[in-house]
């Protein structure tokens, strides 16, 4: 079994930075392809970005494309989100997720561990 953790949320203003970590236990995570989701009150769980399992392949949601950057660390376990220039309309909880696949994708059900998330807050 996996577990992931996620931390690094917190409240910002906008145009400001965070860097979200997503720590991975139980198995490596060069296993898996790896995600993060953001998902507001009120609304439905949305894709952020998504990184491949071996050759490390991006995906942006277009909403964060140029502003928001995914990593990897696979010595570490770690995966993280880089997020700059903040906007309000990003504040949610955001979701690190594990896929038993090469490729990330952009359809939450496409995965099968969880965090449990981690807050982002951006005043105007």
């Known amino acids: 079994q996996v577990q992931l953790v996620e931390s690094g949320g917190g409240f910002v203003q906008a145009g400001g930075s965070l860097r979200l970590s997503c720590a991975v236990s139980g198995r490596t995570s060069s296993n898996y392809a790896m995600g993060w989701f953001r998902q507001a009150p009120g609304k439905e769980r949305e894709f952020v970005a998504s990184?491949?399992?071996?050759?490390?392949?991006?995906i942006y949601a277009d909403s964060v494309k140029g502003r928001f950057t995914i990593a990897r660390d696979n010595a570490k376990n770690t995966i993280y989100l880089q997020m700059n220039n903040l906007r309000p309309e990003d504040t949610a909880v955001y979701y690190c997720g594990a896929r038993n696949g090469y490729y990330g994708g952009r359809t939450h059900e496409l995965y099968h561990f969880w965090g449990q998330g981690t807050q982002v807050t951006v005043s105007s």
């Open positions: 990184i491949s399992r071996t050759d490390n392949t991006p």
